[in-house]
């Protein structure tokens, strides 16, 4: 079975700019989560897509944004882009959303904002 | 609030040695999870072990075992007869039922010197 997957591995955009990740998840799971990771902050969570909704959010302003489509792929999209978003953006699958379940993590894109 | 502490940032074991890596968890809620993840130098982060708050009951899976304390708050694992190839960045996080969002803590790295 696949993992996830993410495109693009790696991406360099400059402030004010604005960018959309992509995410795979495994054959089968309907729950995607995203996470930033950070030297300074470590592991944070943005938001969570179960069925094409948004069901949780995390701590993340408004130019933070998501979205999930009918095959269970999720775009991010980060808008101005400001230098502190320079980060390994992480997306989990998960088969369930009833309960908290083990979340499968794609390898990540580094999205570096010059 | 939820809240995932790991005091240990790094820790430096000579190979074979065994090594306990300590997590500490705050939550209100009754029904939480735990897991533990292992994020290796190539970045992608690899699950481990998912328990939640009714099953303290201790788990071994080959060198790696779990002790889970309700009294302590804490969820400890320990890596027995350590190889090189254990070294990696390793969280911990935790799950409440609303949903998958995780909170992580800020990670253990550890290195196993052959």
């Known amino acids: 079975k696949a993992g996830v997957t993410q495109t693009p591995r790696y991406l360099i955009k400059t402030r004010g700019q604005q960018v959309t990740l992509s995410c795979s998840p495994i054959?089968?799971?309907?729950?995607v989560s995203w996470y930033q990771q950070t030297p300074g902050q470590g592991l944070q969570f943005l938001f969570e897509y179960f069925s094409e909704t948004q069901r949780n959010k995390g701590n993340f302003p408004g130019r933070f944004s998501g979205r999930q489509f009918s095959n269970s792929r999720s775009e991010m999209n980060v808008s101005t882009l400001e230098l502190g978003d320079s980060a390994l953006y992480l997306c989990a699958s998960s088969l369930t959303q009833a309960t908290p379940y083990e979340q499968y993590f794609g390898p990540g894109t580094r999205l570096t904002v010059t | 609030a939820q809240k995932v502490t790991q005091a240990q940032t790094e820790i430096s074991v000579v190979e074979k040695e065994d090594v306990t890596l300590d997590c500490v968890y705050e939550?209100?809620?009754?029904?939480?999870?735990l897991f533990w993840y292992k994020q290796p130098p190539s970045g992608e982060l690899v699950f481990l072990i998912r328990?939640?708050?009714?099953?303290?009951q201790n788990e071994i899976s080959g060198r790696y075992s779990w002790n889970f304390q309700k009294s302590t708050s804490s969820f400890n694992f320990t890596i027995t007869a350590s190889q090189v190839v254990d070294s990696a960045v390793y969280f911990c996080?935790?799950?409440?039922?609303?949903?998958?969002?995780?909170?992580f803590g800020t990670g253990t790295s550890l290195t196993v010197i052959p």
């Open positions: 939550t209100r809620d009754t029904t939480y999870y």
């Open positions: 328990r939640n708050s009714f099953d303290e």
């Open positions: 996080a935790l799950s409440t039922n609303t949903g998958n969002q995780f909170y």
């Open positions: 054959s089968g799971h309907r729950s």
